[in-house]
């Protein structure tokens, strides 16, 4: 079972190039979520989904573009990559949210923007 | 939205001692409280949560103690070892009665360093 997994787990880009991110889950989950880490700012929401065909602004949105075209997908597009969107990001997904419904990460995407 | 404080960020404690991290929240609405453990490189996974409807959990060395009245919850770790160096997050969801949902908020994380 391999939970969350996301590609690719590395990349450098130039300043104005773009790139996505891919997030896959075989666990069923409706809700999957897509978190930039930076050091000393904790996990922080970019976008959510809460179902195939939606997606919702989380707290950091500016700059990023999702999708859900598939149940068990959730892309994450950088139109035009710039230094401050390097980062570790993680896709994550659960069930439903709140009331204990457990999130799982992904093993995250370390991206560098020089 | 929600607001999730941390504290402290750095935390460094003997091996065999106890170690607390404590949380606030805004939103009171909020109902459900994880805590995540980070290793260096690693994804954050869950290690216990609670639900504001309970004021205290314990799962074997970990427990978490949730006051509402505050809006506060806590981490204690007792006769901690070296493989519980690590950084720690604390978390908060709401759930909204419209429906809606956000996902979780986390805390800034806390350094937990057991000294041998």
């Known amino acids: 079972n391999a939970g969350v997994t996301q590609t690719p787990k590395f990349r450098v880009l130039k300043t104005g190039q773009s790139m996505t991110l891919l997030c896959a889950q075989d666990?069923?989950?409706?809700?999957m979520y897509w978190y930039r880490q930076d050091p000393g700012m904790g996990l922080r929401l970019i976008h959510y989904s809460v179902g195939e065909g939606t997606t919702a602004k989380g707290k950091v949105p500016d700059g990023y573009n999702v999708s859900r075209l598939k149940k068990q997908n959730f892309l994450l597009g950088l139109e035009s990559a710039a230094p401050s969107q390097t980062s570790v990001y993680f896709c994550?997904?659960?069930?439903?949210?709140?009331?204990?419904?457990?999130?799982?990460f992904g093993e995250g995407s370390w991206l560098t923007v020089v | 939205g929600e607001n999730v404080e941390q504290h402290p960020s750095t935390l460094s404690v003997q091996e065999g001692d106890s170690a607390v991290i404590k949380c606030t929240y805004s939103?009171?609405?909020?109902?459900?409280f994880p805590w995540y453990k980070q290793e260096l490189g690693k994804r954050p996974q869950l290690i216990i949560d609670i639900r504001s409807n309970v004021g205290e959990k314990k799962d074997q060395r970990i427990a978490v103690t949730l006051n509402k009245t505050a809006k506060h919850f806590s981490l204690h770790i007792t006769e901690t070892q070296p493989e519980d160096s690590a950084v720690y997050f604390c978390a908060a969801s709401p759930m909204y009665s419209g429906g809606g949902a956000d996902g979780l908020t986390f805390g800034k994380g806390t350094h937990l360093i057991i000294q041998p």
């Open positions: 666990m069923n989950h409706e809700y």
């Open positions: 939103d009171s609405a909020s109902n459900y």
């Open positions: 994550a997904s659960s069930f439903r949210t709140g009331s204990g419904n457990t999130i799982y």
